[in-house]
């Protein structure tokens, strides 16, 4: 890759992204460079090989790529007094939620931006994250971010009014599912499991079934179908889940996350 790339914010979520690019080679450590607010943080940084600064001006000028990377109050605080040190030359890339790309492109005073919604797994190269842009998805822009990311795991490409959705479906969802790993290791210990076990018999349970279905592209119902015998355990476990409510409860979860998302973005 002979661009260079910068981020604004060097926090978990950068730090991942960063070590997915160079783990990936998709960028080597003397092309990358981020800035932060603490001088205790630029050790960690340039540990790993990449040029670190307390100036956010400094990334740019050094930077073809941009990534903003920290939270939407600090992006709305600090952009203003960076906007005239961008070009058109800079492919602005946010990962801020709330963030809309009309309000980018205001703060920044650029037309090439593309918005963002990794999620925390990216720590482990295994995010799930949604692009949106106002360029043409063809475009070597458009490629180039959707490279950034799926070297830390895999990418979908969304409208931006579906961002609220992507972060009900992806953003937050880890959330409910650690809570559901916990009610499964929760009843395992119930039944005689030691807890640190029982952990891993969930967790791994649940990262298996995802592998499967992503890797054979199998419906879900299908493989659902494929554990489920007639008279057996499953069903009976099922069972139990829809008379709970199950499907509702999921849904009604992420639809009062959809609508939050809406609204913080309204404010």
Same mark, same amino acid.
């Given at each position: 890759?002979?661009?260079?790339?910068?981020?604004?914010?060097?926090?978990?979520?950068?730090?991942?992204?960063?070590?997915?690019?160079?783990?990936?080679?998709?960028?080597?450590?003397?092309?990358?460079?981020?800035?932060?607010?603490?001088?205790?943080?630029?050790?960690?940084?340039?540990?790993?090989?990449?040029?670190?600064?307390?100036?956010?001006?400094?990334?740019?000028?050094?930077?073809?790529?941009?990534?903003?990377?920290?939270?939407?109050?600090?992006?709305?605080?600090?952009?203003?007094?960076?906007?005239?040190?961008?070009?058109?030359?800079?492919?602005?890339?946010?990962?801020?939620?709330?963030?809309?790309?009309?309000?980018?492109?205001? %703060?920044? =005073?650029?037309? &090439?931006?593309?918005?963002?919604?990794?999620?925390?797994?990216? @720590?482990? +190269? /295994? #995010?799930?994250?949604?692009?949106?842009?106002?360029?043409?998805?063809?475009?070597?822009?458009?490629?180039?971010?959707?490279?950034?990311?799926?070297?830390?795991?895999?990418?979908?490409?969304?409208?931006?009014?579906?961002?609220?959705?992507?972060?009900?479906?992806?953003?937050?969802?880890?959330?409910?599912?650690?809570?559901?790993?916990?009610?499964?290791?929760?009843?395992?210990? %119930?039944? =005689?499991?030691? &807890?640190?076990?029982?952990?891993?018999?969930?967790?791994?349970? @649940?990262? +298996? /079934? #995802?592998?499967?279905?992503?890797?054979?592209?199998?419906?879900?119902?299908?493989?659902?179908?494929?554990?489920?015998?007639?008279?057996?355990?499953?069903?009976?476990?099922?069972?139990?889940?829809?008379?709970?409510?199950?499907?509702?409860?999921?849904?009604?979860?992420?639809?009062?996350?959809?609508?939050?998302?809406?609204?913080?973005?309204?404010?």
């Amino acid at each position: 890759m002979s661009k260079k790339i910068g981020f604004i914010g060097a926090g978990n979520m950068a730090g991942a992204i960063i070590k997915g690019l160079i783990a990936n080679q998709f960028f080597s450590p003397e092309d990358i460079s981020a800035s932060v607010s603490r001088p205790e943080s630029l050790s960690r940084l340039e540990s790993i090989g990449i040029f670190g600064t307390l100036s956010s001006e400094e990334v740019i000028k050094r930077s073809d790529v941009v990534v903003i990377a920290v939270k939407p109050h600090i992006l709305r605080a600090i952009l203003p007094a960076l906007k005239p040190h961008f070009s058109q030359e800079h492919l602005i890339i946010s990962i801020a939620a709330g963030v809309t790309i009309d309000e980018l492109k205001g %703060l920044t =005073g650029q037309d &090439r931006i593309v918005r963002t919604m990794p999620n925390t797994a990216a @720590l482990v +190269g /295994a #995010s799930m994250t949604s692009l949106c842009s106002n360029l043409s998805r063809d475009s070597e822009d458009c490629r180039l971010a959707e490279s950034v990311f799926n070297s830390v795991g895999r990418t979908e490409w969304i409208e931006e009014r579906q961002i609220h959705a992507a972060t009900a479906v992806h953003g937050s969802s880890p959330a409910y599912v650690y809570l559901f790993i916990e009610a499964m290791a929760d009843a395992a210990v %119930l039944g =005689g499991i030691p &807890r640190a076990q029982a952990y891993k018999m969930a967790a791994q349970t @649940l990262y +298996g /079934a #995802s592998k499967l279905m992503l890797e054979t592209e199998l419906h879900p119902g299908v493989l659902k179908d494929q554990v489920t015998s007639p008279g057996g355990t499953t069903i009976e476990a099922l069972a139990v889940l829809e008379a709970k409510g199950f499907r509702s409860a999921v849904i009604e979860a992420m639809r009062a996350c959809i609508d939050k998302s809406e609204a913080l973005s309204k404010q």
